[in-house]
């Protein structure tokens, strides 16, 4: 099996500017499928949004820097265009119980129509009121009842005046009430002479005096009885002439509205509610007696909404959808339980909080309602009780405005308990993969609630065809954004970069907020170097310095190599020591560098120690990544004797966790070479996961790797002799940047890619790994007969130390 050096070639896949048929962008036309390597969230967004089924709301799940919610409120606003404009709503009062308000749905428009026309009647009403209660006809039939009212009560206290005064007393009128009183020579007789009267007269007065006031109280108990029979004439009055007041203007609104029979309904109820209220209306101080004793009766001024009665008369918006086309789109960035449900205000009237009606805000469901809603999950999800408000609205299909407080009881102020309205939405989150299956794994509700997954691609082929539609791709984020034009050599570093961005030389990323960036800095130092297109040489700049201003920890770990503060070897051999790759991500920053790692063997029990486990700062993948190690070892080494091992593994010079399985493979070379007695050569660095049967698997960050092996390795002066160790299913990953490719052509660094644990050892050390010859043994002067021959040794050292008890075995010099 030969080892694979790789060409410089195969290093990066060029983008050539002569394979565009355009000069520059404004020959392209732009890409008008905003859904370009989408086809799959695209699917899944058309199915969501035609399904109306309860439950099939969305979520789109993938990474933020592909768009997801531009890309979604692109396609839904243009299909939501296509749809019909739901109906309004409106809050009214409910007469019969006003802290328990009633809804009115209207046709879309017709609401603002609504409370506009409520409000000029409110308006007109004191009005129309005052014209008819001050009307010569009302004021003389009132004054007719009241009239009667005054001839009955004289008529009965003439006839007892008469009595009363033909035995010689009087009625008196007194603050306290009436009084009966003897009279002579036409004055009211006092103390002095009544005593002077004989026995026989005082008698026959009293007996006068107490008959007479039966008689009175008898006509003083009819009085109130006559009083409310006067009011109820009064009242009846004053409810014919109301009811004769408002027909007409309600008659208007009736004929505005006579198409909405809960509209009709509301206006009876408005009809029967003025009548019981005329004196307030007429009268805003009537409903507070104490204001009305210190103002006395005052004409209001103010608006309908304001007066204490005319404000039952008003309407509450909610939803209108005067100015829609189609139905409503709406992104809520700020989704509190308030902002999403709405809320109820609350006044401070002399210490009390006080509402009604008219203090109901409505929530982003209402816009949205009849529509769609779209909302970031993670936003939504640490905000209180806003996840739980949402799904409550989603599984009733109502919309019902309430505080936190008072679900839970928190609160004991005086609310409103408004009528819920039909809620009809389709809700899109917005989220992270991770998000999304956390959701799935411990909320119950989330998967009947989301049943759409729009699942958005990170990468799409690279091919002629996607090649030339991400041209076209850039030539409309050019233009939406107001950039400068773009040449083809321009548009070609840019493709080139899309692919190292996945880090795969076959396909192209869709992170198209990183594109867009990307595009606005070479835009910039486009302008600052006066070109009035950005070139190749722009996108250069621009990715250079994005990798400069991230870069400064890059550069202080380098230095901490160079100024040997970390011990790095990139010359000569050494046993049971290897150069590992490790990669760093740290915000925006993301680098590699290399590690020494060293293993140490002695006699044992088959036991391969890794130290970083030992002191908890190794990973489950990267203890895994070792236990495999041992596997490989007792196959291949131990399959007649026991592995009698002790090994130990080290990141040297590790300050922080360790993860991953990159480096089981620089790990086995370490420790077959500290086995064997095997120098390995410290020119190379590894890098690869190995699996049991000693075959090298894929790994991540291969271009950072390369990279940053390759710097330290220029800045101490390269050799000829330098290079990196890859898993061949690597290769279609390579996107180097132009210092390696450039090295690597002149010879001056080497990158291989091998399958095997074998073509590795052999790359490290130039010794032949060996095959078993017809007896089942190694050749001399192979590796796998070092490394059996060595543990064969600790075997036998094994055994005598077993026969010999707990005494430590004697060694002879010939065994060492």
Known sequence: MGINELSSEQLYRKCQPDSFTFSTTDELKALDNPFFGQKRALTSTEFGMKMKRDGFNLYALGPDEVNKKTLLESLIKQEAEEETIPDDWVYVCNFKDEQKPITIKLPAGDAVRFRDTMNRFAEDLPNVLTSTFESEEYQNRRQAIEDQLKEDEQKEFSE?????????????????????????????????????????????LEKEIQHFQKELQKILRLIPER????????????????????RALLEEIRNEFSGEQEVLEYLKEVKNDIIEHVREILNPGASNPFMQAVQGKQEFKGPPSEHPVLWRYTVNVMIDNSDAIGAPVVYEDHP??????????????????????????????????????????????TQPFAWEGLKRALQNNKLIVESPGDMYGMVSTV??????????????????????????????????????????????DWNEKTQEMYARLITGLLQKYELSSMDSSGVARTVEHASRLVNDNQKMTTRIKDIIDLLRE???????????????????????????????????????????????????????????????????????????????????????????????????????????????????????????????????????????????STE??????????????????????????????????????????????????????????????????????????????????????????????????????????????YPEETVNFKVESKLKKFASIQQTFTGRGNNQPQINKEDK
């Not at 009083?227 to 408002?246: D, G, I």
């Not at 109820?344 to 949205?368: C, N, V, W």
């Not at 309205?421 to 989220?431: A, P």
């Open 227 to 246: 009083q409310r029979k006067f009011r109820k004439k009064r009242n009846e009055l004053n409810r014919e002439y109301a009811e004769f007041s408002v």
């Open 522 to 664: 070479a835009d910039y130092w486009a302008r600052e170097s006066n070109k009035k297109v950005i070139d190749e040489e722009a996108v250069q700049k621009a990715v250079d310095q994005r990798n400069y201003r991230s870069g400064r920890l890059k550069d202080r770990y380098q230095e901490s190599i160079l100024r040997e503060s970390i011990f790095i070897d990139t010359e000569g051999e050494k046993t049971g020591q290897v150069n590992g790759l490790s990669v760093i991500t740290i915000g925006n920053s993301i680098f590699a560098h290399p590690t020494r790692i060293t293993a140490r063997t002695r006699v044992g029990k088959g036991e391969v120690v890794n130290i970083e486990r030992e002191v908890e700062m190794s990973g489950p993948i990267h203890a895994k990544g070792v236990l495999i190690l041992s596997a490989f070892l007792g196959a291949r080494y131990a399959e007649e004797s026991p592995l009698s091992l002790s090994a130990s593994l080290v990141f040297e010079q590790s300050y922080g966790g360790v993860e991953g399985d990159s480096a089981s």
């Open 415 to 460: 609310t409103l308990e408004p009528a819920p309205i039909k809620l009809e939405v389709k809700v899109v989150l917005i989220g992270s993969r991770l998000l999304y299956y956390l959701l799935c794994a411990y909320d119950e509700d989330f998967s009947t609630l989301f049943k759409v997954e729009v699942d958005f691609e990170e990468e799409i």
């Open 336 to 381: 509190t339980f308030k902002n999403l449900i709405g809320r109820i205000e609350h006044e401070s009237q002399m210490g009390t909080l006080t509402t009604d009606f008219t203090y109901i805000k409505p929530g982003t469901l209402h816009r949205a309602n009849g529509g769609y809603l779209l909302i970031d999950a993670m936003r939504l999800l």
């Open 668 to 777: 086995l070379y370490a420790l077959l070479s500290s086995i064997g007695e095997i120098p390995l050569k410290q020119s190379i660095a590894v890098t690869g996961s190995v699996n049991q049967h000693g075959f090298i698997q894929p790994i991540g960050g291969v271009n950072e790797k390369i990279e940053g092996f390759f710097d330290i390795c220029e800045k101490r002066g390269l050799t000829g002799g330098q290079g990196v160790i890859i898993p061949k299913a690597n290769v279609k990953n390579l996107m180097l940047k132009e210092e390696v490719v450039q090295s690597v052509k002149e010879g001056t660094f080497h990158i291989y890619a091998i399958e095997t644990i074998d073509e590795g050892m052999e790359l490290l050390t130039g010794m032949e790994m060996g095959e078993r010859d017809e007896d089942g043994e």
């Open 160 to 204: 007892l005046q008469q009595q009363v005064e033909s035995k010689g007393l009087t009625i008196l009128h007194t603050p306290m009430g009436y009084s009966l009183a003897p009279v002579r020579d036409g004055k009211i007789m006092d103390m002095e002479e009544i005593q002077k009267l004989s026995d026989q007269e005082r008698q026959e």
